[in-house]
């Protein structure tokens, strides 16, 4: 078994904005941060499982970020890590909910 074990990923709608970001950072990021091209890859490098995040710029996306993971996480195929952003108030909470 081959497991990936760092993998960002983001919903479709907030993937090109983070692959932007980057790129205008100077950066050349290998893919396009959606779960579907994520997946291709995985299987055209017969990669078993991948460790998959995201990371939440300002804290009022910590709570939408870690569900965009809970949806899409199976624990066996995609392996979630969650993420909290250091001005985030109640992190207890939601590293618990984690």
């Known amino acids: 078994m081959i497991i990936d074990t760092h993998n960002h990923i983001y919903p479709d709608n907030v ?14 990021p290998y893919g ?4 579907q091209d994520l997946l291709a890859t ?3 490098c017969n990669i078993s499982a991948a460790v998959v ?7 009022s996306v910590v709570q939408s970020a870690n569900d965009f993971l809970a949806n899409v996480c199976d624990g066996k ?4 890590l969650g993420t909290i952003h250091p001005d985030y108030e109640d992190f207890q909470n939601e590293i618990d909910r984690c």
């Open 15 to 28: 993937a090109p904005i983070v692959a932007k970001k980057m790129a205008d950072d100077g950066l050349k």
């Open 32 to 35: 396009d941060f959606r779960l």
């Open 42 to 44: 995985l299987d055209g």
């Open 53 to 59: 995040f995201n990371i939440a710029e300002k804290p």
């Open 77 to 80: 195929r995609l392996i979630g």
